[in-house]
């Protein structure tokens, strides 16, 4: 397998559509396509496979000792999504920088500890060469959308284990993969951090 060339088919403000040529492994001419945030060429081509595009925050709230966890309306779901806070990581931000901005921009809670962060990994790698990294912190106060926009409908939810167990198990709500991982984790052994 060998990537050859792109192509670009489409841009927007936030996403680009590239066609990828490559060869399989016996020598044959092959297209993909694939959506990026990246403007210039994908990131296969560019070597910006290990820059993070969004963070993804696992906030656990110290006082109420539950998993943060947000039920968010996603266009590209038609309805709400369960999932952690998250976002895009700006220009010259760290990882840090951006989960506590995020955070407090989609729930009003503030960071008071990180513990962790993931390396960067690919958030559907057949169809987008998005990376993300997930930020575990700690976190206190009250939920607040006063950070919201208008375009966002963002519930703060606090989770326990039973909470956790029962949304992993409910097939009537749509769960984000990465937050389906983690809450199934948490209702069988507790916090991870």
Same mark, same amino acid.
């Given at each position: 397998?060998?990537?050859?060339?792109?192509?670009?088919?489409?841009?927007?403000?936030?996403?680009?559509?590239?066609?990828?040529?490559?060869?399989?492994?016996?020598?044959?001419?092959?297209?993909?396509?694939?959506?990026?945030?990246?403007?210039?060429?994908?990131?296969?081509?560019?070597?910006?496979?290990?820059?993070?595009?969004?963070?993804?925050?696992?906030?656990?709230?110290?006082?109420?000792?539950?998993?943060?966890?947000?039920?968010?309306?996603?266009?590209?779901? *038609?309805?709400?999504?369960?999932?952690?806070?998250?976002?895009?990581?700006?220009?010259?931000?760290?990882?840090?920088?951006?989960?506590?901005?995020?955070?407090?921009?989609?729930?009003?809670?503030?960071?008071?500890?990180?513990?962790?962060?993931?390396?960067?990994?690919?958030?559907?790698?057949?169809?987008?060469?998005?990376?993300?990294?997930?930020?575990?912190?700690?976190?206190?106060?009250?939920?607040?959308?006063?950070?919201?926009?208008?375009?966002?409908?963002?519930?703060?939810?606090?989770? *326990?284990?039973?909470?956790?167990?029962?949304?992993?198990?409910?097939?009537?709500?749509?769960?984000?993969?990465?937050?389906?991982?983690?809450?199934?984790?948490?209702?069988?052994?507790?916090?991870?951090?």
């Amino acid at each position: 397998m060998k990537l050859t060339a792109y192509k670009k088919l489409f841009t927007s403000r936030f996403l680009n559509l590239f066609e990828i040529h490559y060869r399989d492994r016996e020598g044959r001419p092959r297209t993909w396509q694939l959506v990026s945030r990246e403007r210039t060429g994908p990131k296969c081509f560019s070597g910006r496979l290990a820059t993070a595009d969004a963070v993804v925050i696992v906030a656990y709230h110290l006082e109420r000792r539950r998993l943060v966890v947000i039920r968010e309306f996603r266009v590209a779901v *038609g309805g709400f999504l369960y999932g952690f806070p998250a976002g895009l990581v700006d220009p010259g931000e760290s990882i840090e920088m951006a989960a506590k901005r995020e955070l407090l921009e989609e729930t009003g809670l503030t960071v008071v500890d990180h513990h962790r962060t993931s390396p960067v990994v690919f958030s559907s790698s057949g169809i987008t060469d998005e990376t993300v990294v997930i930020a575990h912190v700690d976190c206190a106060g009250d939920p607040s959308d006063a950070g919201n926009t208008s375009s966002e409908q963002i519930e703060t939810l606090f989770v *326990g284990q039973a909470d956790a167990k029962r949304l992993c198990g409910d097939d009537t709500i749509f769960l984000d993969v990465k937050t389906w991982l983690v809450l199934s984790g948490f209702a069988a052994g507790g916090p991870v951090r």
